[in-house]
Every structure is written in C-alpha cells, then in structure tokens.
C-alpha cells in the first residue's frame, strides 16, 4: 500500500491524496468483467492503459486548446516507485457531476433504449438502426456519477443544465464529442472502433475547464476491432472478449464470486492490451 491518503477507490483503479493541489491516479491490473472484478488480474494492464491515457493527452491537446480547456496530467514519473508506470500525478480539480459519454455507434444500453423509442435520449435516430450500427453523428449521453458499485444514471441534456448551468452544457457537449470525434479518427486509422467513450471534466484552481481522469482507454470506451465490424449483433470487444468467451463457457452464474481466470486466457487478454497500445500509438510497449 501506498503511504499516502487513499481518496477514491474505483473498481480497477485507486486515487491518492498527493498533497497540495495533486492526486495520484493508480490503475492496477485487474480486469472487470460483466460487471465483476475478477479474482486474476492481467499483467501490465495498469501500466498498458496508463501509457495510453498519457499518449491520448498529447493526441488530444489541440482539440482542448481549441476549447480554451486543459489536461489534469501533471507527470508519470513524479510517482511512487512501486506504482511506476501505472500511475498519474494529476493536478487535483473540482470535479463536474457529470459522466460525459459520447457515442458513434449503437450498442448497449443505447440499443435498448433506441429500440424502445427511437431515439437516444433526447436526440432523434433514423429508423432501421441496429446493435453494432454507426450513429449518423456521434451523440452526447451524458449520466451522473453513481455511488461506487452502482450503475450510472442516464440523464438527458436539461439535467446536464440544471447541473452545471446551459453554457457549460454546452461546452461539455461540444468538447466531449470533439474529443470523441478526433479519438475515433486516429483509433479507426489504427483498426480500431471506437464505438463510444466516457471522460470526466473539473475546474482548476484558477476556474479552467480541465479534462481528468484517464482518457479514452478501453476501461473507459468500448474498443472493436475494426476487422470484425459488422451490425446486427454484439461486437466483440477488443481487449475483454477472451475473458468472457471463457467465463461464458466456464459455466459462471454471473452472480456468485467469478472464477479465476486460466493462464492462455491472461496470456492472450494481456496481449491484447499490448496490441492496442501498440497499433493505436505506433510506440513498442516496453
Ligand atoms: C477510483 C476511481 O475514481 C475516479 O477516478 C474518479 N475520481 C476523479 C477524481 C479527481 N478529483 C479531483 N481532481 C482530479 N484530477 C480527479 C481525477 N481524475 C477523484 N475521483
């Protein structure tokens, strides 16, 4: 453990209290599955997707610079020595109550939702869309932040006002789908959909709008391998669909403790990850 303040614990990650005005964001390496953390973890996953927040944040400065807004990263290697290279000094924000979701393809609760109304939360879809379809244009669908454990709430865009007031609702719209838009665009030149993401936004100190938390990993977003793209079913997903073609075949309930994972099943989960990393950055992970 740490010797420093434990402030959040999420159900992959943890964030520390790093002192003035600083957090440290710590991703391990465990794997959730179906809405379960699984006893296994996945070497190198903390340290994969912390690589890939931190590259994002590079890819992603103009799109914030166009906005007026900036990053929480302050540093990756100002960290603890036992957490090197899956952890993130951030600088601490006061954190907006929204989970800001961008969409560019239907799946999921979208799905749902879509097939009951036609629509996804207040923005009207064409008809004939199915699970998997790419969305005319990315859409913002935005929930609250639930109590640990829970499942966010899906609210629509009045609630993101009544929050936080209509022109920073609208600035939130507007930058999420803009950083959606351009992480889409280097993620499918990478072979990869990103089917849809969620990122988080604070104010700084001196009021700036900030983007936080990690940025567009597939912990956050849902990654499919462009190859296998294809509507009318559930895609599968690039980094966890090992994990539950195995827990699926394992027989699990899906309600009692999951079982643990076999090593080819860590061993291929693992790569993916490196892989992902690899093909979206054109960097070697070391
Ligand atoms: C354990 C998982 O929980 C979270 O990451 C959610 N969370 C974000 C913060 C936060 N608070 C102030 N400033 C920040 N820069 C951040 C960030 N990121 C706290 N919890």
Redesign the pocket.
């Known amino acids: 453990m740490l010797d420093l303040p434990l402030?959040?614990?999420?159900k992959v990650?943890?964030?520390y209290d790093a002192g003035a005005d600083r957090?440290l964001?710590v991703a391990s390496d465990r794997i959730s599955a179906y809405d379960h953390v699984l006893p296994t973890p996945i070497p190198d996953k903390g340290r994969v997707l912390t690589a890939l927040s931190v590259w994002w944040f590079e890819q992603l400065t103009p799109v914030l610079d166009e906005f007026g807004a900036g990053h929480?990263l302050l540093s990756v290697t100002d960290v603890p020595a036992e957490v090197a290279g899956r952890a993130m000094l951030?600088?601490?924000?006061?954190?907006l109550p929204v989970e800001c979701v961008a969409r560019g393809y239907l799946s999921g609760s979208g799905t749902v939702e879509y097939s009951r109304t036609g629509s996804i939360r207040d923005v009207p879809l064409p008809a004939g869309l199915v699970e998997g379809s790419r969305l005319p244009e990315p859409v913002f669908t935005p929930s609250t932040?639930a109590e640990v454990g829970e499942h966010d709430e899906a609210i629509d865009f009045a609630a993101v006002v009544g929050l936080v007031g209509q022109a920073r609702a609208e600035e939130l719209r507007e930058l999420t789908l803009a950083l959606y838009r351009r992480g889409a665009e280097i993620a499918l030149d990478a072979g990869i959909v990103l089917a849809d993401t969620k990122v988080?936004f604070?104010l700084s100190t001196e009021g700036r709008l900030?983007l936080?938390?990690?940025v567009l990993t597939p912990d956050s977003s849902r990654f499919w391998p462009a190859v296998t793209w294809s509507p009318g079913a559930a895609q599968p997903s690039y980094d966890k669909q090992y994990v539950r073609d195995w827990l699926t075949s394992s027989g699990w309930d899906r309600v009692s403790p999951p079982p643990e994972l076999p090593d080819d099943v860590v061993a291929a989960t693992r790569e993916r990850y490196v892989t992902a990393y690899e093909q979206l950055t054109g960097r070697r992970f070391a």
């Open positions: 402030v959040a614990r999420g990650r943890e964030v957090l964001l929480h951030v600088r601490r924000l006061t954190m932040k988080e604070g900030t936080g938390d990690e």
